[in-house]
């Protein structure tokens, strides 16, 4: 793993790693953002974060998966909230990695029994995760994570 590059500004109203692990666990959405020949690429897609690592499960004949695979660069946003006193996220940017068999059949992975397990349990309510053998795994160990939580902003003032 890389060591992840620290957050310069808006140090007041950044996430704990400990904020951060939560926001991430309970979050459902995020938008991946990929760099194709033709312009960028912005796409809403479900995650997990292990703590080290935030891992999409992505269907391998979309553009998202073609985008990554050409040019492994990668932007992921998660962010909430609807008024401005309440808004919070926490952007990702490094490159994705290609884990396990391509489409994923479920065949066993040591790397993938962690992900595997919190996807399922998030997204499904289940220990076991159906392979449908249309999604793969991506894993991106973030080079620089960037978080803000403005609820901090009236402790900051």
Same mark, same amino acid.
């Given at each position: 793993?890389?060591?992840?590059?620290?957050?310069?500004?808006?140090?007041?109203?950044?996430?704990?790693?400990?904020?951060?692990?939560?926001?991430?666990?309970?979050?459902?959405?995020?938008?991946?953002?990929?760099?194709?020949?033709?312009?960028?690429?912005?796409?809403?897609?479900?995650?997990?974060?292990? *703590?080290?690592?935030?891992?999409? !499960?992505?269907?391998?004949?979309?553009?998202?998966?073609?985008?990554?695979?050409?040019?492994?660069?990668?932007?992921?946003?998660?962010?909430? *909230?609807?008024? !401005?006193?309440?808004?919070?996220?926490?952007?990702?940017?490094?490159?994705?990695?290609?884990?396990?068999?391509?489409?994923?059949? *479920?065949?066993?992975?040591?790397?993938?029994?962690?992900?595997? *397990?919190?996807?399922?349990?998030?997204?499904?309510?289940?220990?076991? &995760?159906?392979?449908?053998?249309?999604?793969?795994? &991506?894993?991106?160990?973030?080079?620089?994570?960037?978080?803000?939580?403005?609820?901090? &902003?009236?402790?900051?003032?």
């Amino acid at each position: 793993m890389t060591e992840t590059t620290p957050q310069k500004r808006g140090r007041k109203i950044a996430m704990t790693p400990g904020e951060r692990d939560v926001f991430l666990a309970e979050e459902r959405t995020c938008r991946v953002a990929t760099t194709a020949a033709d312009g960028p690429h912005l796409t809403a897609l479900w995650f997990v974060w292990d *703590g080290l690592s935030l891992w999409l !499960y992505s269907i391998t004949g979309s553009k998202r998966w073609a985008d990554l695979t050409a040019d492994p660069r990668v932007a992921v946003l998660i962010d909430a *909230g609807r008024d !401005y006193d309440e808004l919070r996220g926490v952007e990702l940017r490094g490159l994705v990695e290609v884990v396990g068999e391509v489409p994923r059949t *479920g065949e066993p992975h040591p790397d993938l029994k962690v992900p595997e *397990g919190l996807f399922s349990r998030k997204y499904t309510g289940s220990d076991t &995760l159906p392979h449908d053998h249309r999604h793969a795994w &991506l894993r991106l160990t973030p080079e620089k994570i960037t978080s803000w939580d403005f609820r901090k &902003l009236a402790a900051a003032r």
